[in-house]
């Protein structure tokens, strides 16, 4: 089954996108794809330089790895993990040298430096997605994709998590797209493209 349908998109480094549009449009998709995560069936895409859909699945994650911070709705931090343990362990599969002390750095960005020894149960919804902020940003990557981040928090959190968000995305000059049912939050992107039925409907 296809989902998208001749996608032609440029982002430009350093821009924040917003990616709108209908639940099933295609949004996480296209982010995905974006984040070598899925492959197309044709076409290609391109990012840092590389076309991702050359790449092998340990280049793809090398790349990941190196250049890319990922925020989903869902958390994803590991239950049996400390916060700090699960922002330390990716940095520390890197080969960082100041793996601990760069993950108690961006816990302390993200106001959690007082429950960096706590695991994800012990933490709020909130909480776990600035843990989850604290590891996309720990890598001091190139570029943030984050999908629905605050889809699952009440409105006060969700303020509270774009606003980090975006502070990251400044503080390492790097591109954001974001996916967002949110057209507030959609208008503090320099960009917004709307799709619909896996097709760019509009941009602006």
């Known amino acids: 089954m296809q989902i998208l349908h001749g996608i032609t998109l440029d982002v430009h480094r350093g821009e924040t996108l917003g990616l709108v549009g209908p639940s099933g449009s295609g949004k996480s998709s296209l982010l995905m794809l974006m984040g070598g995560l899925e492959q197309v069936s044709s076409g290609r895409v391109m990012a840092l330089g590389q076309d991702l859909s050359a790449l092998n699945e340990d280049q793809l994650a090398r790349l990941r790895r190196d250049n890319f911070g990922i925020v989903f709705q869902s958390f994803h931090l590991i239950p049996t993990m400390t916060a700090l343990e699960n922002v330390a362990t ?115």
Do not use: M, W
């Open 90 to 204: 990716p940095l520390e599969l890197a080969g960082v040298a100041d793996a601990r002390e760069r993950a108690e750095r961006e816990l302390a960005t993200v106001g959690l430096s007082a429950r960096a020894g706590h695991y994800p149960s012990q933490l709020s919804g909130g909480e776990q997605q600035r843990v989850a902020l604290a590891r996309a940003a720990a890598p001091r990557p190139a570029i943030i994709l984050a999908d629905e981040p605050t889809g699952n928090l009440d409105s006060r959190n969700g303020v509270a998590i774009i606003d980090l968000l975006f502070g990251l995305r400044d503080r390492h000059d790097a591109t954001l797209v974001l996916v967002t049912h949110d057209a507030e939050l959609a208008r503090r992107c320099d960009r917004v493209v709307s799709l619909r039925d896996g097709r760019i409907e509009a941009a602006a």
